[in-house]
């Protein structure tokens, strides 16, 4: 079974730091990307992140709302991502979700291809708490 | 790339057929996916590539669209449809999600 596990959700104080862990199995771990998703209490889905595999370089993107105190990183060794949080807000406190991203290309003939790049599977979330 | 969910929220019976619209501020292809959320639970994706639905999706469940505007359409709506359902842009970064839909019980 394809899996994503979060873990290292905790109550912390502003200005705090924190580090997620998502491990994943039932997949070649070191050939997915992976992003994270947050979601405020009784709020929508809000993208924090995405780090690609290695074929892709590893790149890392980042919400504008976390940048520069967010870190993706991930050691596929152990097939395990991380999300590094520093300087932490009080709007910060949310459930963050580890999702896998999966990428089809299919040849569809005379020079077209269908592109798609989805979310799957989620994992159960974690809860991140900031207050005082 | 900032997506536009209408409406908000409805209120449907079952065996009805609902409409959900997903805008997006500029063109994104086909590059659309919908996720239905239900309390205390992860999202799911239920179609990718904007019309492609997902293994073991009902096929009451359809997509389609592309460039700015698509909609998701659920065909005779059965108890377990009532959810949160978002669309998300992967065109391109920052990915972006809709504000979501809300399917009630009439």
């Known amino acids: 079974e394809v899996q994503v596990v979060e873990s290292g959700g905790d109550l912390v104080r502003p200005g705090r730091s924190l580090r997620l862990s998502c491990r994943g199995s039932?997949?070649?771990?070191?050939?997915?990307?992976l992003s994270w998703v947050r979601q405020s209490p009784g709020k929508g889905l809000e993208w924090v992140g995405s780090i690609s595999s290695k074929v892709y370089g590893e790149t890392k993107e980042y919400a504008a709302s976390v940048e520069g105190r967010f870190f993706l990183s991930r050691d596929d060794s152990q097939g395990i991502a991380y999300l590094q949080m520093s300087s932490l807000k009080t709007e910060d406190s949310a459930v963050y979700y580890c999702t896998r991203e999966v990428i089809l290309s299919r040849y569809l003939g005379s020079g077209n291809y269908y592109n798609a790049n989805w979310l799957d599977p989620w994992g159960q979330g974690t809860l991140v708490t900031v207050s005082a | 790339i900032q997506m536009t969910q209408s409406p908000s929220s409805l209120s449907a019976s079952v065996g009805d057929r609902i409409s959900i619209t997903c805008r997006a501020s500029q063109g994104i292809g086909t590059d659309l996916n919908w996720y239905q959320q239900k309390p205390g639970r992860a999202p799911t994706v239920l179609i990718y590539g904007a019309f492609t639905l997902q293994s073991g999706v009902p096929s009451r469940f359809t997509g389609g669209g592309s460039g700015t505007d698509f909609t998701l359409t659920i065909s005779n709506l059965q108890p377990e449809d009532f959810a949160t359902y978002y669309c998300q842009q992967s065109h391109s970064f920052p990915r972006t999600f809709g504000q979501g839909t809300k399917v009630e019980i009439k």
């Open positions: 039932g997949f070649t771990f070191g050939d997915a990307g």
